[in-house]
């Protein structure tokens, strides 16, 4: 079946700072990838997305590229800042047959300190 | 306001009651989705529709009924509620089939406690 697999951390790191949160993931078919964001109390808003291999999705200052050898969709940033604090999901979903919800990793508690 | 909203914001019910969270989205997307979120699990699929008076289950459906006789609705019914099913309920719509192109749009979720 279908996995997505994070840290979960929290992972805490001093504003301007670079970011990396690493995802992999296993699918049965050609996935999209997407990295959706949690801010407290609220519900996850879709970061960015990359359909196909090589793909680079980018949004905010944030990217991810879709490597299929790897089987990875690594989040980076370059320099963040308090106000990225938040609950980052990487999650995928199958060009197979299936369920057509999303597959979730356990998401990543990012902690931005001043 | 255009979107997606879900009611109650918070629940606390108690075992073996039947509980109703609603889910309402205003874009007339033809698929919506049901999902929990739990420490350790992420979020994990329920039931999705594709259209109104067509259901499926997702990955944990038991414990679970969910009807669609309008396309901007799509309640979720515990029907003899338990404390496992104690959770944060996100309900999503996405606009057409395009599966792996479309957004999924999340509404903001409801905390529900089973004593």
């Known amino acids: 079946g279908n996995s997505v697999t994070q840290m979960e951390g929290p992972v805490t790191l001093s504003e301007e700072a670079f970011l990396t949160i690493n995802c992999t993931y296993t699918?049965?078919?050609?996935?999209?990838l997407f990295w959706y964001v949690q801010y407290p109390g609220e519900g996850l808003q879709l970061l960015l997305k990359?359909?196909?291999?090589?793909d680079k999705g980018s949004n905010k200052g944030f990217e991810a590229t879709y490597r299929k050898e790897t089987t990875s969709f690594h989040l980076e940033k370059g320099s963040v800042q308090v106000s990225d604090s938040a609950v980052y999901f990487c999650?995928?979903?199958?060009?197979?047959?299936?369920?057509?919800?999303?597959?979730f990793g356990k998401g990543t508690h990012l902690i931005i300190q001043p | 306001d255009a979107g997606i909203t879900q009611s109650p914001r918070y629940k606390i019910t108690e075992t073996g009651r039947q509980v109703t969270l609603m889910c309402h989205q205003t874009?007339?997307?033809?698929?919506m989705f049901w999902y929990r979120q739990d420490l350790g699990h992420g979020l994990r699929l329920i039931y999705y529709?594709?259209?109104?008076?067509?259901?499926d289950k997702g990955e944990v459906p038991d414990g679970y009924v969910v009807s669609r006789s309008k396309t901007e609705n799509f309640p979720l019914t515990l029907e003899s509620a338990t404390r496992s099913q104690t959770s944060v309920y996100f309900c999503?719509?996405?606009?057409?089939?395009?599966?792996?192109?479309?957004?999924?749009?999340f509404g903001p979720g409801t905390r529900l406690t089973v004593l």
């Open positions: 529709s594709a259209a109104a008076d067509i259901t």
């Open positions: 874009w007339s997307h033809s698929y």
């Open positions: 699918a049965t078919g050609y996935p999209s």
């Open positions: 999650a995928l979903l199958d060009s197979g047959g299936g369920a057509d919800g999303l597959t």
């Open positions: 999503a719509s996405r606009e057409t089939r395009q599966r792996t192109t479309d957004t999924q749009y």
């Open positions: 990359a359909t196909k291999a090589d």
